[in-house]
């Protein structure tokens, strides 16, 4: 499942992927673009044009996985924000 979100002055793509072997696991997949027309259009979050993506380590729950995918991205919008105002 795709899910769009804003995250400071930049937009965040999510997909969460469930791993069923050897015991249920999940992963997330991110990537983060400074147009909300091209974030909305995203079917996968990696794809050309976005500023920054990146993917979770597996974790034995959803919610950790989120978690994770949210720190990270938001860590990599806080570069990408500090980065641009130079």
Same mark, same amino acid.
């Given at each position: 499942m795709t899910s769009t979100k804003k995250v400071g %002055?930049?937009?965040?793509?999510v997909e969460v992927i469930r791993l069923d %072997?050897?015991?249920?696991?999940?992963?997330?997949r991110w990537a983060l673009y400074a147009d909300e027309t091209v974030a909305m259009?995203?079917?996968?979050?990696?794809?050309?044009?976005?500023? %920054?993506?990146?993917?979770?380590?597996?974790?034995?729950?959803?919610?950790?996985?989120?978690?994770?995918? %949210?720190?990270?991205a938001s860590g990599s919008e806080a570069l990408l924000s500090t980065s641009h105002q130079r």
């Open positions: %002055a930049h937009w965040a793509v %072997a050897p015991r249920p696991s999940w992963k997330v259009r995203a079917t996968s979050p990696i794809v050309n044009g976005a500023a %920054a993506s990146g993917s979770t380590a597996v974790f034995g729950t959803e919610a950790e996985a989120m978690t994770r995918a %949210a720190e990270d």
